[in-house]
């Protein structure tokens, strides 16, 4: 069995809309999956006066730090803005992979109709089937479409990608839970 104790939560959670009850409603799921929840720390809530190109680099070097000391990555695909996962949590994804962290996934839709990347390209800036057969934006831009909730590479990485509808997406945290039992899962399997 593999000791799995610290998970880092990464994503969007910070920046939305009710930001710190949802927050701790998954540190308490952490809890009682029992995991200690790590969260990086990217600068939501701060005020104009503490942001600056420094305490950028600042949270950048923080947040690898954070990456390095847990044991699995949770991270949360749900878009905030647009129609695929942040460029932070991506980002992430990506550094700890390369530390050959165990990732898993979820994003939460309040559409089944929305659980494709390339839908919610659609609704968000509009998509046309080209003559060569090929999906593009309102702009001509091909559109990276797998039939997959998030870009590619990233859901290559994750062990296991969880799509959850619900009618408030950024409320629920069933898709978190997913992902503990799943985390529960391999710590017993490893």
Avoid at 95 to 103: D, Q
Wanted: some cysteine.
């Amino acid at each position: 069995m593999r000791k799995v104790e610290r998970v880092c939560l990464i994503g969007p959670d910070a920046w939305a809309a009710g930001a710190s009850a949802r927050m701790e409603r998954q540190d308490a799921a952490c809890a009682r999956a029992g995991f200690q929840p790590v969260r990086v720390d990217l600068g939501a809530g701060r005020k104009d006066a503490e942001r600056s190109d420094l305490t950028a680099r600042i949270l950048y070097t923080e947040a690898l730090a954070e990456i390095r000391s847990c044991d699995v990555v949770v991270a949360n695909f749900t878009p905030l803005r647009g129609s695929t996962c942040d460029a932070s949590t991506a980002f992430l994804v990506g550094f700890a992979a390369a530390l050959g962290k165990p990732v898993y996934g979820y994003l939460t839709v309040a559409d089944e109709d929305d659980a494709e990347e390339r839908d919610r390209v659609a609704v968000n800036f509009g998509v046309a089937l080209g003559d060569d057969e090929v999906w593009r934006d309102q702009d001509g831009h091909e559109i990276e479409d797998f039939g997959l909730p998030v870009p590619a590479l990233v859901w290559a990485e994750a062990r296991r990608i969880f799509i959850v509808v619900a009618d408030e997406p950024w409320r629920d945290i069933t898709g978190l839970e997913l992902c503990l039992e799943a985390v529960q899962a391999y710590a017993d399997w490893t």
